[in-house]
């Protein structure tokens, strides 16, 4: 005699070996394409009061149009904003060409998406670079860090959203 589990067993199989002669089973898809990807990168790790850090943001198209419009914010973290003795201010924006660098407008928490210079072509990236500059006068052994909200459109209409994308922390250290 079978058991209730092998009948089971065996009727399910039937029932997938007919969906699939019928065209009826569900297909295995790949995932879409990533559109557009924002990545952050810094020169150092750690600085001292009175030191610079570049900041890199690198915006690549994954897409297969061209990204037509960026926007973008850029803030601190939670943490960084609970350190009121850190002091810090963005002071310079170079948009990274076959040319060389040239300046960009818009620094801090601000629309930072025109900076990339924008038609952005399929499997082409674009680097912005940010100077952060910390004050002679701020505190020691803390990190700062920054988030970042992207919204990207593209010439077949299509858009993403994305984020939040966080930057590497730099720590300001003291000797």
Do not use: K
């Not at 960084?80 to 928490?109: E, H, I, K, N, W």
């Not at 500059?133 to 920054?146: K, L, M, R, T």
């Amino acid at each position: 005699m079978r058991s209730t589990r092998t009948r089971r067993l065996g009727l399910a199989t039937l029932i997938a070996l007919a969906l699939a002669l019928f065209g009826l089973a569900p297909s295995a898809s790949a995932a879409a394409p990533e559109r557009a990807e924002l990545t952050f990168a810094t020169d150092t790790a750690t600085t001292q009061p009175g030191g610079t850090v570049s900041l890199s943001m690198t915006l690549t198209n994954h897409h297969t149009h061209d990204v037509w419009f960026v926007y973008q914010t850029i803030d601190p973290t939670w943490l960084t904003t609970q350190r009121p003795d850190l002091s810090y201010a963005f002071t310079g924006c170079a948009l990274t060409t076959a040319g060389g660098a040239v300046p960009c407008s818009g620094t801090g928490p601000a629309d930072l998406g025109a900076n990339y210079g924008t038609t952005v072509p399929p499997g082409q990236s674009r680097t912005v670079t940010l100077t952060l500059e910390v004050a002679e006068d701020s505190g020691c052994n803390g990190n700062i860090g920054f988030y970042s909200y992207y919204y990207a459109e593209f010439s077949d209409g299509t858009s993403v959203s994305a984020g939040p994308v966080h930057t590497p922390e730099i720590r300001v250290a003291c000797a």
